[in-house]
């Protein structure tokens, strides 16, 4: 995939070195076509970097991290992240000239790995400023509550969801199996209606419904999560 560098620095959340990289041209059925951003660490391919714990600067304290063999996140680091890090280290990219004017008129997902919470929120703001839409989550809501503007809050419980709510976000709630949806949250409509992200744009911070989907990916994330009592 081609690749832009859209910034690079220390991490919001631990001081270390990150960065962000938007790619184009993704296959990824449930989002559509949209800009890509993955956020990972600037010096640790992403593999070493979640065997290591050192993957806290680019995921802080989402639940769902842990070891190659351990976690319960459904991105796959062997896979796109693997990739993109090595074209990175390899000095494929290129850092954008004009954030401003790289997402103009486009689809923008914020964090096809990786939390946005890592990058100063000015940067999201330059980008998304002149885009058509996006979609975003973090898991940092707590430690970053000025980012409601911008993104949804990721939550696995109800408790989560209140307290979300009760900072000023917006909730993108993962349920149990074979649960459904609270009245005042909408099914993710990818689900419902088979809607992709870039033709929907609920996913995004300020006002608006909160979501919910259950617990989806591969069987096996799917279990480690419910075990560890993740999604609840």
Known sequence: MSGKILWQGASKIDGE????????????????KMIQVWIMRADVNPIDAVNTGKDKSVCGDCPFRGSTKTRSCYVNVVQAPLAIYKAYAAGKYETVDDIFEYARKKLVRIGAYGDPAAIPAEVWVDLLGSSHSWAGYTHQWR????LKSIFMASCESLNGVRDA?????????VRKPGTAPEPWEIECLNISKGITCAECGLCRGGNGPSVSIELHGPKRKVKSALERNIVW
């Open 165 to 173: 709510r009760e900072l000023g976000f917006r909730t993108f709630r």
């Open 17 to 32: 070195p990150v960065v962000a990289i938007a790619t184009e041209g993704s296959s990824n059925r449930k989002t559509g």
């Open 143 to 146: 430690q970053f509550p000025h």
